[in-house]
């Protein structure tokens, strides 16, 4: 198990690939999202250049797949099995959608479980026999007028529902965090808008006995952009800048 | 406006792309999620006999894609711009992650608002002064051994996102409602539970005086894959079948 395998025990299964660049595109689809172990039902054709060169930095995943002849062999070890499937089907199955399939092929990597997630062809999916071999079909919610998926497109939706059930509530830094500076509290900005408001007077933009909506538009607006201290020091330099003219300009 | 595009005003921006078959795949992977505005900013071999073979069933949104020379132009009329951009960059921006960028394009497109979503070049991605003229920065979660997703790819999980917060409690037919044969009732499933153990003790699997966790286990397991009624007849025809055997073999 390598460092870029997040869940090991689960693995991607592509079933008589037509397509050897699909093959690849969802090696590098698996590894972007921490999936690293691929097996091939009967691939149509492989190995192959083409596999190699659209799976980029993934040629590890690539070159490290399991080839198999038969569903049977490649799912014998796995304790749970999804089968990616179009919505309709004779016999209902039990269905995830692709954000409840991840959270549950996480779950299981996690309990240590094996787990497979097999994509049927390019041309036609899964046959109704291998889909009862799965305990979950899992749909891609799509819409209406096209819903048919290239084949390492739904790798990567999966394999991405996968990990962000993994990140749960870990977001990226954001606002709150990642900041590169102090926000200002509410004493300063209102003290930026006190400045801002005798600068608008002093410059005659802003007459106070007629004040329309200005002044609340300024704040509603600055307020939303939700001020660092460094943008209030700027903010308030160039007020400064604008009253020592204003006087400048009276004496 | 197509039936296909259920997201009017949102449109997807390529920024100088290199590869006319990444065109193509995002045509495809836009059309999937019922998007179908696409500006190439600037590409580098367009139109391509690549790009609408990749496209698929999503050649519309490619030959009517709108070719502009800049990304000012293409965000001209945008009322919200959002650029996807890898985690680090020197001064932070508002970032959003996949999943809530989705929220917003679809909440903005609701509204009535024009988006621009902008997708930067293969090899490097959006410019600084390129991202600076976004409102968000929005970010794909991934694995930290290989962070790099492929354009199209990067294009089909916003996509898939946007489409995803607009269906948002909307799920598919589960069990709930897609279910072809009635659910059994907890009287009909007690009954069969009964029947069971009847029928463990008289083929003599069971001994009711050693019982070790066999009923226990045999609930659960039942329980878990939720009967239907049908189910449930089935099997109770199994054990009067089992009993009327075991009848017969006393006498």
């Known amino acids: 198990m390598s460092d870029a395998n997040l869940f090991p025990g689960a693995r991607v299964i592509l079933v008589e690939t037509t397509h050897p660049g699909n093959i690849g595109a969802a090696a590098r689809a698996m590894k972007n999202m921490g999936l690293t172990e691929l097996v091939l039902v009967n691939p149509y054709k492989f190995p192959d250049e083409e596999a190699m060169y659209r799976s980029a930095s993934a040629e590890d995943v690539v070159s490290s797949a399991r080839v198999v002849a038969t569903v049977d062999e490649a799912i014998a070890d796995c304790q749970l099995v999804i089968g990616t499937s179009a919505r309709e089907r004779r016999i209902p199955w039990p269905m995830l959608t692709a954000r409840e399939c991840g959270e549950k092929v996480s779950a299981a990597s996690e309990a240590q479980q094996t787990v497979g997630l097999l994509f049927g062809r390019e041309s036609r999916g899964l046959k109704n026999e291998e889909l009862q071999k799965c305990h979950f079909h899992v749909n891609i919610p799509t819409g209406e007028a096209y819903s048919s998926l290239n084949l390492a497109m739904a ?77 209030v020091n700027m903010l308030r330099g160039f007020l400064s800048a604008i009253n020592k003219l204003g006087s400048d300009h009276q004496s």
Do not use: K
């Open 155 to 231: 790798v990567q939706v999966i394999c991405y529902e996968i990990l962000q059930a993994r990140l749960g509530g870990h977001h990226l830094p954001s606002d709150e965090s990642g900041w590169d500076q102090v926000f200002a509290d509410a004493d300063a900005v209102e003290h930026f808008f006190g400045h801002l408001e005798e600068t608008l007077v002093q410059v005659g933009f802003h007459d106070p006995e007629n004040p329309r909506q200005l002044l609340t538009r300024l704040r509603r607006l600055f307020n939303r952009v939700r001020l660092d201290q460094m943008e």
